[in-house]
């Protein structure tokens, strides 16, 4: 099936420790893509790759980075977490094309104390 | 500027009578428009999108949507509602300039029995 998964699902954690979460696809989708999603703020992108080895700064990247070692994977780091990263993620990746629709996974709730 | 708007944050419609929900955008040149839909505690899914052609586009679920480049608006329509659409719905038009999605901030849809 093809699909867009995201671990963990949810995540509550404290200041400052570092954690990962990681999304893969099995698509062989070029771009990729990270959202948050905070209510009455609509999605906003964090940070998107257009292929491997390639990133680039979304609306709201401070206090986060990504990989792109694989075509497959985009982990989102963060390095320590403070409370307004509190937050519902979502990752995305779609095939190089403007016309084309994204796929999304299924969402990471991360809880920052 | 390059926007989305949707001017609605909620919408109440009840079961069996058509709905519609509004988006309108401002970008450079011709624009590709998208819809998704995120039910409770999942992550968006795609919808519909107009590329080009015949401005009505019909998706899934049996949602349509007409491109009006006039009164650039891409409005979200259903003939006849189910409360199964209750759900939070996005607009998104693609920046041509650094191929990105830019969202608008949600509309929700309530349907009552």
């Known amino acids: 099936e093809a699909q867009v998964t995201q671990n963990p699902r949810y995540l509550i954690t404290v200041t400052g420790k570092k954690l990962t979460v990681t999304c893969s696809q099995n698509m062989n989708h070029e771009y990729m893509s990270w959202y948050r999603q905070d209510p009455g703020l609509g999605l906003r992108q964090i940070y998107y790759s257009m292929n491997v080895e390639v990133t680039d700064k979304g609306d709201v990247p401070e206090g986060y980075k990504v990989s792109r070692k694989e075509k497959r994977n985009f982990p989102l780091i963060l390095e320590s977490p403070s409370p307004n990263q509190t937050s519902l993620y979502f990752c995305a990746s779609t095939p190089t094309g403007l016309i084309y629709e994204q796929y999304f996974g299924p969402g990471t709730r991360l809880t920052v104390t | 500027a390059q926007s989305v708007a949707q001017p609605e944050d909620q919408v109440n419609v009840a079961e069996g009578n058509p709905l519609t929900v509004k988006c309108t955008y401002s970008?450079?040149?011709?624009?590709?428009l998208f819809w998704y839909v995120q039910y409770p505690n999942r992550g968006l899914q795609f919808l519909l999108k107009?590329?080009?052609?015949d401005n009505l586009v019909k998706g899934s679920y049996g949602f349509e949507a007409e491109f009006n480049k006039s009164q650039t608006s891409f409005h979200l329509k259903k003939p006849s509602a189910l409360v199964s659409d209750s759900a939070l719905y996005f607009c998104?038009?693609?920046?041509?300039?650094?191929?990105?999605?830019?969202w608008g901030a949600g509309t929700k849809l309530i349907i009552k029995p």
């Open positions: 107009y590329i080009t052609g």
């Open positions: 970008v450079s040149g011709n624009p590709y």
């Open positions: 998104a038009v693609r920046d041509m300039d650094n191929y990105q999605l830019i």
